[in-house]
């Protein structure tokens, strides 16, 4: 089945500077990339995601990479803010004929500090 | 609110007990999907339904667990025998159509004592 490793654990930022999560995927027939924001006690909120036939996108400060030869694809936040601080988590899937089951990585503490 | 619904919101059981979840998928939205949560780490697949068809179970689904979706709207996920290892975040999210994203519920904590 599909494994999904996400890098780094936790990455500590100062406001306005940019960060990077980074997450590599195994099978090669996985075709969609989403990225979920957790705030504590919250529920995932999807926040970007990306389809194997592109190899970028990007809405406002947030903007996603998609490498398939390398299988990796990675999460850019600009500008980041305090109220960007939450568990962001990178997930993979391949398309079935009923739906699109999500493996997810480990997650990644983002802090952004004043 | 027209988001995914989720209840109860926490459930406190004793070992043993059978407990009932139910999630409210957003209303134009045929695909639902249960996930299992646990402290520190990313949601885990459990199931999907694809109107009232399941379609796939994780293999993490022992035979104690069982879900519905008995008219394709909402569903529901049970747990017979519960046993402290089931203490976890139990998340349902739902989609529209193959490509669609996936929106997740507030979730049900459960606690088995």
Same mark, same amino acid.
């Given at each position: 089945?599909?494994?999904?490793?996400?890098?780094?654990?936790?990455?500590?930022?100062?406001?306005?500077? %940019?960060?990077? !999560?980074?997450? =590599?995927?195994?099978?090669?027939?996985?075709? +969609? #990339?989403?990225?979920?924001?957790?705030?504590? $006690?919250?529920?995932?909120?999807?926040?970007?995601?990306?389809?194997?036939?592109?190899?970028?996108?990007?809405?406002?400060?947030?903007?996603?990479?998609?490498?398939?030869?390398?299988?990796?694809? %990675?999460?850019? !936040?600009?500008? =980041?803010?305090?109220?960007?601080?939450?568990? +962001? #988590?990178?997930?993979?899937?391949?398309?079935? $004929?009923?739906?699109?089951?999500?493996?997810?990585?480990?997650?990644?503490?983002?802090?952004?500090?004043? | 609110?027209?988001?995914?619904?989720?209840?109860?919101?926490?459930?406190?059981?004793?070992?043993?007990?059978?407990?009932?979840?139910?999630?409210?998928?957003?209303?134009?939205?045929?695909?639902?999907?249960?996930?299992?949560?646990?402290?520190?780490?990313?949601?885990?697949?459990?199931?999907?339904?694809?109107?009232?068809?399941?379609?796939?179970?994780?293999?993490?689904?022992?035979?104690?667990?069982?879900?519905?979706?008995?008219?394709?709207?909402?569903?529901?996920?049970?747990?017979?025998?519960?046993?402290?290892?089931?203490?976890?975040?139990?998340?349902?999210?739902?989609?529209?159509?193959?490509?669609?994203?996936?929106?997740?519920?507030?979730?049900?904590?459960?606690?088995?004592?």
């Amino acid at each position: 089945g599909e494994n999904v490793e996400q890098h780094p654990s936790t990455l500590s930022v100062q406001e306005g500077d %940019s960060a990077v !999560i980074k997450c =590599t995927y195994s099978d090669s027939a996985s075709n +969609y #990339f989403p990225w979920y924001k957790q705030e504590l $006690g919250k529920r995932p909120q999807l926040i970007i995601d990306i389809r194997s036939n592109v190899g970028e996108k990007k809405d406002q400060r947030i903007a996603v990479t998609l490498n398939k030869t390398a299988k990796h694809f %990675s999460l850019h !936040i600009t500008e =980041t803010q305090p109220e960007d601080s939450a568990v +962001y #988590f990178c997930a993979a899937s391949a398309f079935t $004929g009923g739906g699109n089951k999500l493996t997810f990585g480990t997650g990644t503490q983002l802090k952004v500090e004043l | 609110d027209t988001g995914v619904s989720q209840d109860p919101r926490h459930k406190i059981t004793k070992r043993g007990q059978n407990v009932t979840f139910r999630c409210d998928p957003i209303s134009e939205h045929n695909r639902l999907y249960w996930y299992r949560q646990t402290l520190g780490q990313g949601p885990e697949f459990l199931t999907y339904f694809q109107n009232e068809a399941q379609l796939e179970k994780s293999r993490l689904l022992s035979d104690r667990f069982s879900a519905e979706r008995p008219k394709g709207s909402f569903s529901t996920l049970e747990i017979q025998r519960t046993e402290q290892g089931d203490s976890a975040m139990y998340l349902c999210a739902s989609s529209s159509g193959l490509a669609g994203g996936q929106y997740f519920g507030p979730g049900t904590r459960l606690t088995v004592t």
